[in-house]
């Protein structure tokens, strides 16, 4: 069966329509709402003309008139109301529908598997991974190293600590490094602060969210010391909302347990 030309379709016609009074009428059908709301995410112009002959089908249904009169039956509305009344309550979909939209499902579960797994698989091989992209830098006692990351932000790695991250940051590459120890950073600005662009400081309690931003963290095995100097960031606990910082801000993590702390900056005295 061709597909119909919804898209031309008036109100009046999509309302007479057995397919989509079945949408209307029976909304936890999944093949038939999946079919519609693809169709309305393909045609976003005709989201008014669906919403008018949504209500129609709904008023028309509501009506607790049985019988029609002639002139009733001769209108749009009557023919509305004879459809509903003509409708079965479950009508089997076409077997070239079905199939359609049977793949369609499919189509979308494999999709969001693959997604799934490729990020999955990201993160094991980010933190267990020999791949000879991932760079990892560790300092001995006393000994400090300044770094520039792929993305010319600037890190001040200090004595015993160590950070990992991939060589190379593209579109499909998060921002992101993971820290054991203290270093200070300051943060590339860029303008899209999309949540997939922000950069990102992973501990083993907490994660530091920036953009554009200056500010130290020290882990230690009893707790996670962060200070912000200037721009914005926000912290990520387990079991916690997040906790937006400002410049001066202080923040200390222990047992999963947030300590806050202002500091004299001259922005705060300010």
Request: hydrophobic share 40%; glycine share 6%.
């Amino acid at each position: 069966m061709p597909q119909k030309p919804y898209a031309n379709y008036s109100v009046e016609e999509l309302a007479l329509d057995d397919l989509f009074v079945r949408w209307i009428q029976h909304p936890d059908d999944e093949e038939v709402s999946a079919y519609w709301q693809m169709w309305l995410h393909n045609n976003p112009g005709r989201a008014e003309t669906v919403d008018l002959a949504r209500q129609l089908i709904l008023t028309a249904s509501q009506s607790t008139v049985t019988d029609l009169s002639l002139h009733e039956s001769s209108t749009v509305w009557g023919r509305i109301r004879e459809s509903l009344q003509g409708l079965e309550d479950i009508r089997p979909l076409q077997p070239d529908l079905r199939r359609f939209i049977g793949w369609w499902y499919f189509l979308r579960t494999v999709a969001a598997t693959v997604g799934v797994v490729s990020l999955i698989g990201w993160a094991f091989w980010m933190q267990f991974g020999p791949d000879q992209s991932v760079r990892t830098v560790s300092t001995a006692t006393g000994q400090t190293r300044n770094l520039r990351l792929p993305d010319n932000s600037q890190v001040t790695l200090y004595g015993n600590s160590s950070m990992r991250y991939a060589r190379q940051w593209g579109d499909e590459t998060p921002r992101a490094v993971w820290l054991e120890g203290t270093a200070d950073f300051s943060v590339k600005h860029r303008n899209d602060t999309a949540s997939a662009r922000l950069f990102r400081v992973h501990t083993p309690d907490l994660t530091i969210e920036a953009v554009g931003t200056a500010f130290r963290v020290r882990q230690r095995p009893e707790c996670t010391h962060v200070c912000l100097k200037s721009g914005q960031a926000n912290l990520l606990l387990k079991q916690h909302k997040p906790i937006r910082l400002e410049p001066g801000d202080s923040v200390e993590v222990m047992a999963g347990l947030v300590q806050r702390f202002e500091l004299p900056t001259a922005s705060k005295r300010k």
